[in-house]
């Protein structure tokens, strides 16, 4: 993109990625441990866990489709040998995190219904984590920069859009909250400045309420661990 027209155009603020990795790495941390904590045959908290892992899951699925949409090519078209250097990498980190996804999500259905299998499930969640946390520190890193200085805050606002119009609209009161739980007040703030008054309303008084009420059935306390950014 030409200088003379970043001087005027408002760029990308990345500050929503990395809620939305904070709040990836922790559930999927807690849920690996959430399966593990599950007896073998107890149907009724595997459907609970089971629940939750399909709605992370989810939300993971569609934040790697918009990066693979909307940012990834912009990248490339915009920066260069720079962006050349590292977008391919980001490419097949998420082919490997999605290898270990379709896994997970393969072998969730059979554990929702009998509460068996939950070491194999484990197992994917194991290798999903290990490649989700390794992917998102490089991007952090690496990506986050690139996209400042060459993505505009309209371009990257599309990221969001994406996750908003392919989700359940029942689901977003309580991932906004799961999203919110450790991200800064200023930030939540600017997030929701857009938004209208009852969607405001709801999104901080109902989000937190409803993370707080899932995270007691899911992992036995309102109050999860937080990992910090
Ligand atoms: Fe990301």
Not at 87 to 101: K, N, S, W
Request: net charge neutral; charged share 20%; aromatic share 6%.
């Amino acid at each position: 993109m030409n200088r003379a027209i970043n001087e005027f155009v408002a760029m990308a603020d990345v500050r929503d990625m990395y809620m939305a990795h904070t709040m990836l790495r922790r559930e999927f941390r807690l849920l690996t441990q959430a399966v593990r904590n599950v007896a073998p045959g107890n149907i009724k908290q595997a459907s609970v866990v089971g629940a939750h892992i399909h709605l992370v899951c989810g939300i993971l699925h569609l934040h790697h489709e918009g990066e693979d949409l909307v940012l990834w090519p912009l990248l490339l078209e915009r920066g260069g040998q720079e962006t050349a250097a590292i977008v391919p990498t980001m490419e097949e980190q998420h082919l490997v995190i999605h290898r270990a996804y379709d896994e997970v999500t393969g072998l969730l259905p059979g554990w929702r219904a009998t509460g068996r299998g939950g070491e194999k499930l484990t197992g994917a969640l194991e290798r999903l984590l290990t490649g989700l946390v390794k992917h998102l520190a490089l991007e952090e890193k690496e990506i986050l920069p690139l996209a400042e200085k060459y993505v505009t805050a309209a371009e990257w606002n599309q990221l969001a859009e994406h996750g908003f119009a392919k989700s359940a609209k029942s689901t977003l009161p309580l991932t906004f909250g799961m999203a919110m739980y450790e991200a800064d007040s200023e930030l939540i703030k600017d997030l929701l400045a857009q938004a209208p008054p009852p969607a405001r309303v709801i999104m901080l008084l109902l989000g937190p309420r409803l993370y707080a009420a899932r995270a007691k059935r899911v992992y036995g306390t309102p109050t999860p661990p937080r990992i910090g950014a």
